[in-house]
């Protein structure tokens, strides 16, 4: 074999096993303390900030006494260190390991590098360790702790403000949208509003056109129906008046002038049609029509038709004393009246047009032409209607083209009673008198309601009852004097107090007064002499004392039964009517009822006590007897 080997070789192999020899050589042989432990010269905050530096020289065992404080707490914005370990100039195998607790797992791999870098760290606490690693084994740790904060916008408090500042903002966002949207709902509103006033207003405009030319409760039909209903009336008061030579005059004046002065003339009679409830019929030319007692049925129209013509004559007659100071003419004209049936209801389809229809017609259009200049001719059927409130003057039977011989009068005005020279015209009797018709007229209504509504169950509240009442106001009221205003106000009362039971039961008072609030008004009551009534009608109860005469007269003539011969049969029908009605349930119950009734019940007025056909001793004995038979 060939040993021979160059000297570089040679220093290579030596290199080599003196190498190993070394790394297998303890340290301490090799005079190196394995106590050590490393010390941190400097502690650098992004590269550029010194928050620790060492300088003094190397100690074997300690870090400089100079050390970090117990609680370092670094800012976010520093969140980057560098550590730089004090170099020992320390021989091979000796090296560097670094754990930061709270962010590394486990010690660093050794390395002889004496600088540890940490970039980013996140807010937390944590713990740096580093320590020498000698013959592969761990010295002593030297350490230090600190504290990345949190940054300014991840504090509790930041939190806190940004969750105010995005519920403010939420707040502000949803009171701007809802601004927004109440500025455009405000906005259509408007024009909503806008069009719905001029509908209004057109609708309004067309609801009086239309009530110019109907009647209210016409049109009112009209607009709900769509058609209106022929009706029948059995007493209407019809008016027929004519300008006497109007032919002549129209030729003679000047065709401006002339509708002038007959616009002029017929809207003052369409004012005095309106204040008596008559209802303007049409003009035909120079013609005037008109009648009484349409739409709404009443008993005063052949009363209210007259007055009217009065009031038209004296207008004419006013005419002609101004006419004669200026030596100028004026129209003269011709009035007559008829009372009888009548057909009403409207014709035509674009043009309407409310109409009457009958021989009433007919013969007030005769009453028209065959009277006298400046004065009211009426039939003998008027005449028959208002005799009671005017003067006549007979003018016998009359030739009446297709009529045959009626007989006439000419009403020459108020009678004297029923006349009030202070005021030129009727008295306080005659309203008086005239409101009597009214209440015929209501009479009939109520009548004609309780035939057609009351049921087979109103054994005492009925119309025999309502007759009863009418006997006993009349009695007490003509006994005690009271007027005959009252009187009407006591009787329409007691008619709605009746009434009101029909309506509802449980609660007749209030109905019949709500009902009188709707009914009256078109019998002409005024708005006074309706809250009269109601109050009438509300103090109709057991108990409480009356207020007044009127209220007096009422109580007795309702409770009049209580002294009355027939107290018996008639309390009796009022149990049965009770019981049906579910307000009492035994004879018994009724039984202390009525003697609680008639112990305690006095009548308020004299005539009421003087009426009394019966002791209350003795009513009390038969109420006893009647247990006893049905015990």
């Known amino acids: 074999m060939n040993f021979s080997i160059k000297i570089s070789e040679l220093k290579t192999i030596f290199a080599i096993l003196s190498g190993i020899v070394l790394l297998f050589t303890p340290f301490e042989t090799m005079g190196i303390n394995t106590n050590l432990i490393p010390q941190i010269q400097r502690v650098t905050l992004k590269s550029d900030s010194v928050i620790y530096k060492d300088n003094t020289l190397l100690d074997e065992t300690t870090q400089n006494s100079n050390y970090f404080p117990k609680k370092l707490k670094i800012p976010h914005r520093y969140n980057s260190l560098t550590i730089l370990m004090k170099n020992r100039g320390l021989e091979n195998g000796v090296f560097f390991q670094y754990y930061l607790e709270g962010f590394d797992k486990n010690w660093s791999n050794p390395v002889t590098y004496p600088v540890k870098e940490y970039s980013n760290l996140p807010p937390g606490k944590y713990s740096f360790h580093a320590r020498y690693m000698i013959n592969g084994k761990p010295g002593a740790d030297t350490s230090f702790r600190f504290k990345i904060l949190k940054p300014v916008f991840g504090t509790y408090l930041a939190i806190l403000i940004y969750l105010m500042g995005t519920v403010l903002l939420i707040i502000v966002l949803a009171k701007f949208i809802s601004y927004r949207f109440a500025r455009e709902r405000f906005r259509l509103e408007r024009i909503i509003n806008d069009r719905t006033n001029a509908l209004v207003m057109e609708k309004d405009k067309s609801e009086n056109l239309l009530a110019n030319v109907l009647p209210k409760d016409t049109a009112r039909e009209l607009k709900v129906r769509g058609k209106v209903a022929k009706k029948k009336y059995d007493m209407v008061t019809v008016l027929f008046s004519d300008i006497q030579g109007f032919t002549k005059l129209a030729e003679q004046m000047n065709p401006e002038t002339l509708i002038d002065e007959l616009d002029h003339f017929f809207f003052y009679f369409d004012s005095v049609v309106e204040k008596y409830n008559i209802e303007k019929i049409k003009t035909i030319g120079d013609a005037y029509m008109c009648a009484g007692g349409i739409p709404v049925k009443n008993k005063t129209n052949p009363v209210e038709v007259v007055m009217a013509a009065l009031e038209m004559q004296q207008y004419m007659i006013e005419l002609h004393k101004k006419a004669s100071l200026k030596n100028s003419k004026i129209w003269d004209i011709r009035i007559g009246i008829h009372t009888g049936p009548v057909i009403a209801g409207v014709v035509g389809h674009k043009k309407l047009s409310y109409d009457i229809w009958g021989d009433t017609v007919n013969t007030a259009s005769r009453m028209e032409s065959s009277g006298e200049t400046g004065k009211i001719n009426v039939s003998g059927s008027t005449y028959e209607l208002i005799k009671d409130f005017f003067e006549t003057e007979y003018r016998g039977k009359m030739p009446v083209k297709y009529k045959g011989e009626i007989e006439m009068y000419f009403v020459k005005g108020l009678k004297p009673a ?42 005492f509240h009925n119309l025999d009852y309502i007759k009863n009442l009418e006997d006993r106001i009349d009695a007490i009221s003509s006994s005690e004097g009271v007027a005959e205003d009252d009187v009407l106000l006591i009787k329409s009362a007691a008619y709605l107090y009746v009434t009101g039971f029909v309506l509802d039961y449980d609660n007749h008072l209030e109905a019949a007064c709500n009902y009188a609030k709707d009914i009256l008004p078109g019998v002409r009551y005024s708005e006074s002499q309706i809250k009269a009534i109601c109050s009438l009608v509300k103090s109709v109860t057991r108990s409480g004392k009356p207020a007044n005469i009127n209220e007096g007269v009422l109580k007795d003539a309702v409770f009049y039964y209580v002294g009355s011969v027939n107290y018996l049969e008639l309390s009796m029908n009022l149990f049965y009517e009770l019981r049906d009605h579910q307000k009492i349930k035994s004879l018994i119950e009724w039984k202390v009822e009525q003697t609680g009734l008639i112990s305690g019940f006095e009548y308020f007025t004299k005539a009421g006590r003087n009426l009394r056909e019966v002791d209350k001793n003795e009513q009390l004995k038969k109420v006893i007897q009647l247990m006893e038979t049905n015990a």
Not at 438 to 458: C, D, H, P, T, V
Request: charged letters at 30%; proline letters at 2%.
């Open 418 to 459: 029923f006349y009030s020279k202070e005021r030129n015209g009727p008295n306080k009797k005659f309203f008086n008198h005239l409101h009597l018709l009214r209440l015929s007229g209501f009479r009939e209504i109520i009548l004609q309601k309780m035939e057609e509504e009351i049921a087979e169950n109103y054994y």
